[in-house]
T-cell receptor
Framework: EDQVTQSPEALRLQEGESSSLNCSYTVSGLRGLFWYRQDPGKGPEFLFTLYSAGEEKEKERLKATLTKKESFLHITAPKPEDSATYLCAVQARQAGTALIFGKGTTLSVSS | GAVVSQHPSWVICKSGTSVKIECRSLDFQATTMFWYRQFPKQSLMLMATSNEGSKATYEQGVEKDKFLINHASLTLSTLTVTSAHPEDSSFYIC?????????FGPGTRLTVT
């Protein structure tokens, strides 16, 4: 069964304190791994898509990496405005283009 | 990135009534759209796949007669919650793929009283 597990469930950081969020997955043929940011009461905002092990993508303070079993979202020197829930999702070859989501990591950054 | 809109953003209805939610791709065409449901503190769960020109496909456990989906055009899909009950109260989100990426709407908060 295709599955996505994110850890930790919640993370509290001080402004400027770098850290990483983990996304472990089991899927029957990975078509793509997606990272989204979701603010309370809003739809997910697209961040990155990764397709193969070893791939890395960066956007401002965020950097996503991918291995054959997991992905990391590294947050460098976070700011309070980075506070949100970060969702990881996979797209399996057999599932068409539907995404399977993890439960998310809720990040709180305090100044 | 691509833009997907939803309408309404929130709705309150009485038990037993029906509610229609619209999902539009504003700057691209989508032959397929997806409908997800998200309960508080939970992840997004796929409900159904909306296909332009053909019937929607539903995930196991989702009642197709209760959640009616119509993909009216290449930019519009609608989800109608029929005979809504309080347990249908949730956050409904649509998405549409374009190329290798997938974009989500802002969501619709449904509250059934």
């Amino acid at each position: 069964e295709d599955q996505v597990t994110q850890s930790p469930e919640a993370l509290r950081l001080q402004e400027g304190e770098s850290s990483s969020l983990n996304c472990s997955y089991t899927v029957s043929g990975l078509r793509g791994l997606f990272w989204y940011r979701q603010d309370p009461g809003k739809g997910p905002e697209f961040l990155f898509t990764l397709y193969s092990a070893g791939e890395e993508k960066e956007k401002e303070r965020l950097k996503a990496t991918l291995t054959k079993k997991e992905s990391f979202l590294h947050i460098t020197a976070p700011k309070p405005e980075d506070s949100a829930t970060y969702l990881c999702a996979v797209q399996a070859r057999q599932a068409g283009t539907a995404l399977i989501f993890g439960k998310g990591t809720t990040l709180s950054v305090s100044s | 990135g691509a833009v997907v809109s939803q309408h309404p953003s929130w709705v309150i209805c009485k038990s037993g009534t029906s509610v229609k939610i619209e999902c539009r791709s504003l700057d691209f065409q989508a032959t397929t759209m997806f409908w997800y449901r998200q309960f508080p503190k939970q992840s997004l769960m796929l409900m159904a796949t909306s296909n332009e020109g053909s019937k929607a496909t539903y995930e196991q456990g989702v009642e197709k007669d209760k959640f009616l989906i119509n993909h009216a055009s290449l930019t519009l899909s609608t989800l109608t919650v029929t005979s809504a009950h309080p347990e249908d109260s949730s956050f409904y989100i649509c998405s549409a793929p374009t190329g290798k990426e997938q974009y989500f709407g802002p969501g619709t908060r449904l509250t059934v009283t």
